[in-house]
């Protein structure tokens, strides 16, 4: 995996998605076997200079806390609790109701930063039609958002797979219709040009 914090910024991926996919890759490479003490050396390569600076500021390496938990199950319990709290669910969500499509932004650029926003919100089961209904409502296009709406099946949304399918539709279109006027642009136009013979 990717380290999980480089610098002291918010974590590009939230903890316990990092953590899924550092435990896969234990799995993966057979590692989840080793000694609980070459474990915990092999997350400390993975959290990166600022993560392991979060572990020695805030203590977080201690020994075992119990009999039952050794020193790499308590430094997965320790990193847990720092980073479980460190987001405010309420401002999480607030920042992902703000997000709209910027300008230049593509469909996909802006689908992966709703679904980025989104994956700090703890939506469960709804996270899905979250992003669907936040995208439709924050494309930039009124004449997109305007054809999404009328895709909607009564009371049902159309489907983010769907929305994202039409968007980008509209956005090839759109692109091979600047580039048409810009070339009809350059050519001279057909009733000045007369044919000699």
């Known amino acids: 995996p990717a380290n999980f914090l480089n610098t002291p910024n918010e974590p590009i991926t939230p903890w316990q998605t990092w953590k899924k996919g550092f435990l896969n890759y234990l799995e993966a490479t ?5 000694p609980p003490k070459r474990k915990r050396a092999i997350l400390f390569s993975f959290l990166g200079d600022e993560g392991n600076r979060v572990v020695d500021a805030f203590k977080l390496a201690g020994p075992s806390v119990s009999a039952t938990q050794d020193e790499f199950q308590a430094l997965l319990y ?4 720092h980073f ?3 987001r ?8 992902f ?15 992966g930063a709703l679904r980025r926003l989104a994956s700090f ?5 709804s996270l899905e039609s979250r992003v669907a209904e936040m995208f439709i409502s924050g494309i930039h296009s009124t004449e997109l958002q ?11 949304a159309p489907s983010l797979e769907r ?22 642009d350059r050519v001279p136009n057909a009733s000045h040009m007369v044919e000699r013979v």
């Open 30 to 34: 057979d590692a989840e076997d080793f």
């Open 78 to 81: 320790a990193l847990d609790s």
């Open 84 to 86: 479980a709290s460190a």
């Open 88 to 95: 405010n669910i309420i401002v999480e969500r607030r920042k």
């Open 97 to 111: 109701i703000n997000r709209v499509q910027g300008p230049g932004e593509t469909v996909l650029e802006y689908l």
């Open 121 to 125: 919100c703890d939506y469960g089961e």
């Open 146 to 156: 305007d054809r999404l709406i009328r895709e909607s099946d009564r009371a049902n």
């Open 163 to 184: 929305a994202v399918q039409l968007a980008q539709q509209f956005e090839r279109t759109s692109r091979d219709c600047d580039l048409f006027r810009r070339l009809s």
